[in-house]
């Protein structure tokens, strides 16, 4: 009976020992798990934060193109201003010459 006893105290051990492992096992699982999840919703930031850049810097491109733009219009409009200014003084010119 007395080996019996041990017998059994062995396996009662074994058995806790084994659970005490499983339990270990799902410690680290679940560990991972969590990692798992962190590095996702990391990454989701990141993702968000890259998007969020990009929006930005297509929103100052798009304001840069329209102050661009403008700096065109002027200048086109002051080309036009000299080119009427040229003519008119051609015109003087000519009238100037006429009358002589």
Partial sequence: EGDDVDVVKRKARQALEDTFQDEDRGTVLKRSAQQVLDD??????DDADMVKRCAQQALEDTFQDEDDAEKMKRSAQHAL???LEDEGDEVDVVKRKARQ
Wanted: charged share 45%; hydrophobic share 10%.
């Fill in 81 to 83: 201003q000299d080119t």
């Fill in 40 to 45: 996702t919703f990391q990454d989701e930031d």
